[in-house]
């Protein structure tokens, strides 16, 4: 399957009908991706894990801007988009500008929400809306010791 970047929801439900006509299991992991390490590696790959095909939905610079501060993001959109797609795991990526994937979750209606282990299940913020469309909420990855903004600024301090 190519990897696809998708900036257009719509669109990418289209695409991911045609996944779940042929029984395919949908995964749907979320995050601004700002400057990728090796949680955000093991994250996606233990999201695949859940299902078949995996979607990750990357914040928009100005939704990243609001949820990371002044001066984040440091990578564009348009780049964060295609080194996460260049990801083994992934399938599909949508830049999105929510805070959070809540109208993804509710058009796509994923299979399975993959979040980090920086959350619990029941404390993720779209748990509502996934378990109202049928969607199991998954905490997935390894222990949160990796973050972009403690990177971040470990290299400001060299």
């Known amino acids: ?8 929801l719509n669109e990418l439900v289209k695409a991911v009908a045609v996944d779940k006509n042929k029984g395919k299991r949908i995964v749907l992991a979320n ?19 859940l299902g078949d095909v995996l979607i990750v939905a990357v914040n928009d610079d100005t939704s990243t801007s609001r949820l990371k501060g002044a001066g984040r993001p440091l990578v564009p ?17 949508l830049v999105f500008g929510d805070d959070t ?18 959350y619990e299940a029941e404390g993720v913020p779209e748990f509502d809306t996934a378990e ?12 949160k010791d990796h973050s972009s903004t ?9």
């Open 132 to 143: 109202g469309v049928g969607c199991k909420t998954v905490i997935v990855g390894d222990k």
């Open 101 to 118: 994937v809540d109208e993804i979750i509710k058009e796509i209606k994923p299979d399975f929400h993959a979040k980090g282990t920086d």
């Open 77 to 93: 959109q348009s780049e964060r988009a295609e080194i996460v797609s260049a990801l083994r795991p992934v399938d599909y990526v």
């Open 31 to 49: 995050g601004c991706f700002d400057v990728i390490h090796v949680g955000h590696v093991r994250y996606l790959e233990a999201a695949a894990e």
């Open 1 to 8: 399957m190519k990897k696809i970047i998708y900036d257009d």
């Open 150 to 158: 403690d990177l971040i600024e470990k290299i400001k301090r060299g």
